[in-house]
């Protein structure tokens, strides 16, 4: 029993670990940029819905869109403002100007809200489903994240498949130079891009603050470098791979602290990545490119 | 007298000779010392020399890698750590049995950068067969592992010698003996043998070696392996021994500097080598420009000493050097501003 609560509970936080990783891989997919600041993100998502929630009252659904609406604004802005100018420079640039923009991010936060942790009141009521006789249970909070990441995927996929803005993204990726002859405007399918990414980060924010309940300026740092290793190892560009990626590192994680160790949960959890790579080199669900010479 | 002259300027105008790196490093060295000789450093400015000093090499290093061998590693910061933990445990053993402090830091730099570039060659077997973003992945996962192990080492020495465990601590060590990692505590009650001196000469032996790795055959192999490796294939040039050639010799100098930095202060703990350390390192790399030795110098310099200089803003500090970073990348790839310089530079000659 102990095993099918281990592996739920690891669900539950692969399931935030894929919804942010859909963010790095989308951006990744049409930008071919790893944006750093993406875990940053899920924190300025994090303490607005903390403040919506703790200060002003507001019923949980309005905190939540609250905290997507400004976490999609600022996705768009940083693009706007950071990325857009870079899109012609080297990779390596624009990777330091999105390690910049994630120090400015967590630094603005701890000058204006501190370093000191914020308690985060659960969006549903505290409690756990008890299953046989009690032997297993499952918490609210852990249902809730892994239906709304199942929800998120099944409207994700049909979006980018069957609507004009999901072809435009398609095919963006592809071949920016052929989808712009075609009359796609790929600036603005970029932003779209960040502002989906932005968005998805807001809700896996306060998924992630309502199970693990405290909010700080660094919060989003170490969820964000799981996720991109997820995303990596999925297969970094793939839709599909970002939600196997997510879902395979969070229930590893949650073993290894269960079985092993838990000061060593991090180190099996990279140690897994590594051999994954080293068996299929473009992630579990990546396409392999073939060299031209 | 002209012929001097023009023999000095010769020297200065060869490419890659270095000499303009010795120079940047044994100025900025003389003018330090002569600083500290006649009073005039406050000491928060003595105590950030080693640790400049230190940023330097390991930026140095890690052009290297990825200027010059154009593989991105984002854990660099992870084999300083191996080569700071390496030298407190050498410098500890010693303490009794070797009393000369400058013979036990050489003994400890040596034994730390060995340390470091057998894990650095372990390390770069399965890490040179990828590329590109998921070789930088690669490498970060490893700082982690790194960082997280030596985060759970916890070794003490007494009369029995070494009491090695890990994860729990039940090392049982005896009044006599210490502790010389104590998990993730890391290293306390250090003996500080580094000086700024020793520091200086690591980074000249440092430049040493680099310049002569990028004028020698094997050199020039990793440049022509990273600018297009199915060509330097097809010339027969050993790609991966270059490739792990140019990693090995980069993990070596960060795991000395790590030594010299370790060595440095009275504790250390691993948290301190973490992801965010690497990217520091690679900012310094970066904005002193891909395979720019000298850039890098200068880079490492102001941007290490940068944040202490913004230290009267205090709170906004870092804000500050995020924006600056920010800016300068975007003004650096800005294309109607390079051109308006390169024009303004053409007029400059023309009129001269």
């Known amino acids: 029993m102990y095993f099918i609560t281990y592996l739920i509970s690891g669900i539950g936080l692969g399931s935030v670990y894929a919804l942010i990783a859909l963010g790095y891989t989308m951006v990744y997919g049409i930008a071919k940029m790893l944006n750093f600041a993406h875990g940053d993100i899920i924190m300025i998502g994090a303490y607005v819905a903390f403040f919506a929630l703790s200060r002003f009252n507001v019923p949980a659904y309005l905190a939540v869109l609250l905290s997507v609406v400004v976490c999609i604004a600022l996705g768009i802005t940083i693009e706007k403002l950071a990325y857009k100018p870079l899109r012609k420079a080297a990779s390596l640039s624009v990777l330091i100007t999105a390690i910049g923009v994630s120090y400015f991010l967590e630094n603005g936060a701890q000058l204006l809200w501190t370093s000191s942790p914020k308690m985060f009141s659960s969006i549903i009521k505290s409690g756990a489903l008890e299953l046989f006789d009690g032997q297993l249970s499952i918490s609210y909070i852990t249902l809730l994240t892994i239906a709304t990441c199942i929800l998120i995927m099944i409207a994700l996929t049909y979006f980018i498949n069957n609507t004009k803005t999901g072809s435009a993204m398609r095919a963006c990726s592809e071949d920016k130079g052929a989808a712009s002859l075609m009359g796609i405007n790929v600036n603005r399918t970029i932003s779209i891009t960040f502002a989906i990414g932005s968005g998805l980060a807001a809700v896996a924010a306060v998924l992630l603050a309502s199970t693990y309940p405290s909010v700080y300026p660094t919060m989003g740092s170490m969820p964000g470098i799981k996720a991109f290793t997820a995303a990596v190892f999925g297969g970094v560009g793939s839709i599909p791979g970002a939600l196997l990626g997510g879902l395979l590192l969070g229930v590893i994680e949650t073993l290894a602290k269960g079985y092993i160790s838990t000061q060593l949960s991090d180190a099996i959890v990279f140690a897994v990545l590594i051999i994954v790579l080293l068996l299929k080199p473009t992630g579990i669900l990546g396409k392999k490119k073939s060299e031209k010479v | ?352």
């Open chain 2, 1 to 352: 007298m002209a012929n001097i002259k023009d023999k000095i300027k010769n020297i200065y105008k060869k490419k890659n000779s270095g000499v303009m790196s010795y120079t940047i490093v044994i100025g900025l060295y003389l003018v330090m010392e002569i600083l500290m000789k006649t009073g005039n450093l406050t000491n928060l400015i003595k105590s950030l020399l080693v640790p400049c000093v230190c940023y330097i090499i390991v930026a140095v290093a890690l052009n290297l890698c990825v200027g010059l061998s154009g593989e991105l590693s984002l854990g660099h910061a992870g084999f300083m750590s191996i080569g700071a933990f390496t030298s407190v445990v050498v410098s500890g053993t010693l303490e009794e049995v070797i009393t000369n402090d400058i013979l036990r830091l050489v003994i400890a730099v040596i034994a730390a950068a060995l340390v470091a570039s057998i894990i650095g060659y372990l390390v770069s077997i399965p890490v040179l067969k990828l590329e590109g973003d998921y070789l930088a992945i690669v490498t970060l996962a490893f700082g982690q592992i790194i960082k997280s192990i030596i985060g759970n080492i916890y070794l003490g020495i007494d009369e029995k010698g070494f009491q090695f465990s890990f994860i729990e601590d039940t090392t049982k060590i005896s009044e006599n003996g210490k502790m010389l990692i104590s998990g993730p505590t890391g290293a306390t009650g250090i003996s500080r043998i580094s000086t700024f001196t020793a520091a200086v000469v690591l980074c000249i032996i440092a430049l040493i070696i680099v310049y002569h790795l990028i004028n020698s055959k094997d050199g020039r192999a990793i440049m022509a392996a990273r600018d297009n490796r199915i060509a330097s294939l097809s010339v027969g040039i050993n790609v991966t021994r270059t490739k792990t050639l140019a990693f090995v010799m980069s993990v070596m100098l960060a795991g000395a500097a790590g030594a010299i930095y370790g060595l440095n202060y009275s504790s250390i703990s691993p948290a301190k080598f973490d992801f965010n350390q690497s990217i520091l390192i690679l900012v310094y790399v970066v904005l002193g420009g891909l395979g720019n030795i000298n850039g890098t110098i200068i880079a490492a310099t102001l941007l290490y000493i940068l944040p202490e200089m913004l230290r009267s803003l205090a709170d906004y500090r870092m804000l500050i050097y995020a924006l600056i970073l920010i800016v300068i990348m975007l003004v650096t790839n800005n294309d109607k501003l390079k051109n308006r310089i390169n024009e303004l530079l053409r007029r400059k000659k023309k009129h001269e």
